[in-house]
């Protein structure tokens, strides 16, 4: 291979912040050379001799007046990409976990308006550029790297009746090494066949129930995971018992036992299936899921089921679920959960990577 041969592109940096829900995007100039009258993130091309984080900091610092320091900046998502013109370009994708200030558009030459737009509801937003858009999908579905190529005929602006030029690039489980041993919790492995999950679906007929778990939520949004003896993390719930009058009963009485927790509103979420039943004498088994929202946690006190106190900790969904383990299956349970709990129980969207522990003396977040 020779020199004029190698592959040169452009780099680019995107930045999102992220409020309750909502994420910042700007609209691009109606003369603007690319995407003109657009909405996009705040972003930008970095400079020569810049490393990828500076860029992202210096882009939001002049396009929305506020300064990060380089620990606020979360990697989400790299993307090499290619529009309906011109050559691919890497974007790297960046989260902010907290700002002081409020962002301004802060280069009204560049950009005309800003808003704040539902992340659920993305196709609310009237011309938002392909390109971010599909970040955006990426990382909602919690993928970190990915292609996006699109094919000569498509537009510039993101089209909802288009055919997606997204495609995730599978990548190693890192499994947030560093949170892990922050938070001195570990993974479980589960045992057997991949489960599958069935989302806002009745248990079919004829198949036993004989697990029942819980996303227990707070009201700033995130969910009450357990930790066990080695660091091994798992969620409120266990095995139906014959007195328990239905899955629910059972999530009520094992929250209680294992966590002190007090439930209030619930909302039945689907099932994993267990194909293979591995600690429930080999047979297919349904393990039910249930989102709850949390009224209050008692002192910590020993479960009468394992003579173990659990620790307990609260963390945004989509990352207890990565820290808990399970791949996708985990994930697409976690967003179910957490877009079920936000639409029917008026739960907050928590995202980020703050983890608390509950204090031991408990804690009372509403009036039951």
């Known amino acids: 291979m020779t020199e004029s041969t190698y592959h040169r592109s452009a780099v680019d940096v995107h930045i999102l912040f992220v409020d309750g829900g909502r994420v910042l995007l700007l609209r691009r100039s109606a003369d603007a050379a690319y ?32 300064d990060l320091p380089r620990e606020r900046l ?47 509801d ?27 190529f699109q094919p000569p005929t498509d537009s510039v602006a993101h089209s909802p009746a288009a055919p997606t030029a997204l495609t ?14 922050q938070h001195r919790v570990r993974e479980w492995v589960r045992a057997g066949a991949p489960w599958t999950w069935h989302a806002d679906t009745p248990v079919t007929d004829g198949l036993p129930v004989r697990q029942s778990w819980g996303w227990l939520f707070a009201p700033d949004g995130r969910v009450l995971v357990l930790v066990g003896k080695r660091g091994t993390l798992n969620m409120p719930g266990g095995t139906v018992e014959p007195d328990d009058a ?45 989102a709850a929202r949390l009224v209050s946690l008692a002192p910590e006190s ?31 349970e976690a967003l179910s959960a957490q877009r079920t709990a936000h639409e029917r129980l008026g739960v907050p969207l928590a995202e980020g990577w703050d983890i608390d522990e509950v204090p031991a003396e408990g804690v009372v977040f509403e009036t039951p």
């Open 35 to 66: 995407a003109p009258g657009l909405w996009a993130l705040p972003a930008g091309h970095v400079d020569a001799g810049e490393d990828v984080v500076a860029a992202a900091i210096r882009e939001a610092r002049e396009e929305t007046g506020i």
């Open 74 to 120: 979360r990697c989400e998502l790299v993307m090499q990409h290619r529009g309906p013109t011109g050559d691919p370009r890497t974007g790297w994708f960046f989260r902010v976990l907290g700002w002081a200030g409020k962002p301004e558009n802060t280069e009204p030459h560049k950009h005309d308006a800003l808003m704040w737009a539902e992340l659920d």
């Open 122 to 148: 993305l196709d609310a937003v009237d011309g938002l550029v392909a390109y971010e858009r599909a970040a955006l999908d990426a990382i909602a579905a919690g993928v970190p790297y990915a292609l996006h």
């Open 168 to 181: 995730p690039i599978p990548s190693v489980d890192h499994a947030h090494v560093p949170l892990r041993r």
């Open 246 to 290: 239905d899955p629910l009963a059972t999530l009520t009485r094992e929250a209680v036992e294992e966590a002190g927790a007090t439930l209030g509103a619930t909302a039945y979420l689907g099932y994993l299936l267990d194909s293979e039943g591995v600690v429930y004498d080999g047979t297919p088994t349904a393990r039910v899921r249930t």
């Open 302 to 332: 020993v479960d009468p089921a394992t003579g173990y106190t659990w620790r307990r900790i609260l963390a945004p969904p989509r990352l207890a679920a990565t820290l808990m383990g399970g791949g996708d299956v985990a994930l697409a």
